[in-house]
């Protein structure tokens, strides 16, 4: 199984951004972590503050992956394009949020994405990634 997981703009911080919200761990220790917790699932990421290659990112791997985990960050609230790119593509993706959302700002309780994602997951830390993971297992 090949799963990659798309994070958007900000998330590059993990570790140093508002760290009360998203913890002290950077993105890519978590992401060792889940390489080595899911060994049977080829795992890949990618990261861009750049709407546009988040998109051409999606199309890419879109009809040849098994599955999408995409945190698009604040991309969720304002990009029909990166909605749009996940209701043209075959792969499912599963929406993740490491905050809850809806215990943000109102701006926030709006998502471009999950009408078009198999499922969402949010308000769970880097935890959230873990159950995205094992919805594409069952």
Known sequence: MRIIII????????GKREPD????????DYFSELQFRFKDIQ????????????ISKIQEVGFSYDG???NAAAY?????????????????????????????EDFRHVSYISSGA???????????YDLAITSFKN
């Open 7 to 14: 994070n958007g703009p900000n998330l590059n911080l993990l």
């Open 76 to 104: 969720t609230h304002t990009s029909v394009g990166i909605g749009d790119a996940v209701k043209a593509i075959s792969t499912p993706v599963v929406e993740v949020h490491i905050s809850n959302t809806h215990k943000r």
């Open 43 to 54: 795992l890949e990421y990618y990261q861009s503050n750049i709407e546009g290659e988040l």
């Open 118 to 128: 198999k499922g969402v997951i949010l308000g769970f830390g880097l935890q959230s």
């Open 21 to 28: 919200v998203y913890g002290n761990k950077t993105f890519e």
């Open 68 to 70: 999408i985990i995409l």
